[in-house]
């Protein structure tokens, strides 16, 4: 995907964090569509609504086991009407009701004519042959009518619904056995720096002279999670010819839709992402954010391409993918709704900050037994502490212009994870 508009000059002051979320959401655009397999279909974006082929249900049928009757035949209580035959789902009636006639009928049975009122059997005496009506518990209510769910020729789904469980159930329901999405995104993933290795050569790690590059396997776990297609460009060298090489391999066909870097955007002698992409003729949109961890990230244009330049440090390339980049992806997906509903929490200690910059604090929160929500910080809040991201269930945020925070406090938090709608009980906290 390439996406060109004019470059907005890049901020000579850090930006604060919404303006570079809002910076970032404007700069990426809605993909293409295509049409995709019902069984390939789950968490995929509808771009154009789907109608359906055929009424839900198809005929009127029975909500309850019970008795097909006429309304007429039941006005005076107790009635005693003829059964003329059993009707199962799946069965259709040999006859219409007629004048003191029942239908013994079951659950989703289509109701015969002459029908209009199913009466349960809990309020008869269950006869087989014959049956005692005795109660009359507004009984045409147990018939579901013809297209009451939905009918043929309207829409059952809307576009820009995302297809779950739910929603793919009631496509197959209705014939469906494709659809059309908008396209999954390609994010190019590059990581650099000379310290790096892959986890295959951990023996050099262990010799005490490099370490793993977990970024790369944070980023394309989570641009996974995030619902679009990694495309893992290595790990460059700190230099410019390395990058400039990683770089062109995420513009060359079949392309990508956004180009995600971690490191190298830092102020060091050999952080040269910056000066490459300079020279590569990329328009630089801003590059840095009153925030921590996470302050040096950057937001351009690389020939059309959308680029993102996330730190090195392994917390801040998280916290800033959950802020930046997930809004992105989901943006390109077709999504309305782009960031995770925040919630309201109790901090459970005091807090000391800079006040200059908007803190996310990587804590456990759990639900209390009134219901309120209280969150925990996982330790050392370190941009270095990779398990403080891996115990946490959220990110606290503390607003920009905050020193003390008191125990007790409500902030608000943003939830993590692939099982983010989840916070923890208190039993299961151990609290």
């Known amino acids: 995907m390439t996406v060109e508009r004019p470059a907005t000059p890049p901020q000579k002051q850090p930006l604060d964090v919404e303006d570079a979320i809002a910076r970032v959401i404007a700069g990426v655009a809605r993909l293409g569509t295509e049409q995709i397999a019902l069984a390939e279909a789950r968490g995929r974006v509808l771009a154009t609504a789907v109608a359906s082929r055929v009424s839900l249900p198809p005929w009127n049928n029975s909500a309850m086991d019970g008795y097909a009757v006429r309304a007429a035949d039941i006005a005076s209580l107790p009635a005693h009407l003829r059964v003329t035959e059993t009707v199962a789902a799946g069965q259709f009636p040999s006859r219409p009701v007629a004048a003191g006639e029942a239908i013994r009928i079951m659950t989703g049975a289509p109701v015969p004519e002459g029908a209009d009122t199913v009466v349960r059997v809990e309020d008869t005496d269950a006869g087989i042959t014959a049956v005692e009506i005795r109660l009359n518990r507004d009984a045409r209510k147990n018939v579901r009518p013809l297209g009451e769910d939905i009918l043929a020729g309207a829409d059952a789904l809307a576009a820009g619904v995302t297809l779950g469980p739910a929603q793919l159930g009631v496509l197959a329901a209705i014939g469906a056995t494709a659809v059309e999405v908008f396209r999954k995104p390609r994010i190019a993933i590059l990581s650099s720096g000379d310290e790096l290795v892959t986890p295959d050569r951990f023996d050099e790690v262990l010799a005490g002279r490099k370490i793993v590059s977990s970024n790369s396997v944070t980023l394309r776990e989570l641009v996974i999670e995030a619902g679009a297609e990694p495309v ?189 709608e989840f916070v923890l009980s208190p039993e299961a906290a151990g609290v």
């Not at 060298?237 to 770089?247: G, I, Q």
């Not at 503390?398 to 692939?418: K, M």
Request: overall charge positive; proline content about 6%; hydrophobic content about 45%.
């Open 232 to 420: 893992e460009l290595g790990i460059a060298a700190d230099t410019k010819a390395s990058l400039r090489e990683h770089l062109g391999r995420a513009l060359s066909p079949p392309g990508c839709d956004l180009i995600i870097t971690s490191g190298g955007i830092s102020v060091g002698a050999f952080d040269y992402v910056r000066e490459v992409l300079e020279e590569l003729g990329a328009s630089l949109n801003f590059w840095r954010v009153r925030m921590r961890p996470g302050a040096p990230i950057g937001f351009g244009m690389l020939a059309g391409t959308p680029w993102l330049g996330l730190p090195g440090n392994p917390v801040s390339t998280m916290v800033t993918f959950e802020l930046f980049a997930r809004p992105a992806i989901r943006k390109m997906r077709g999504h309305s709704a782009l960031q995770r509903a925040r919630m309201t929490v109790r901090i459970d200690t005091p807090i000391t900050l800079g006040a200059e910059l908007t803190h996310f604090l990587r804590a456990v929160v759990t639900r209390q037994r009134d219901g309120s929500l209280s969150a925990r910080l996982t330790g050392p809040q370190s941009s270095g502490v990779l398990s403080s991201m891996a115990l946490a269930n959220a990110l606290v945020v503390v607003p920009r212009g905050t020193v003390q925070v008191a125990a007790g406090t409500e902030l608000q938090a943003i939830p993590l994870g692939f099982d983010a």
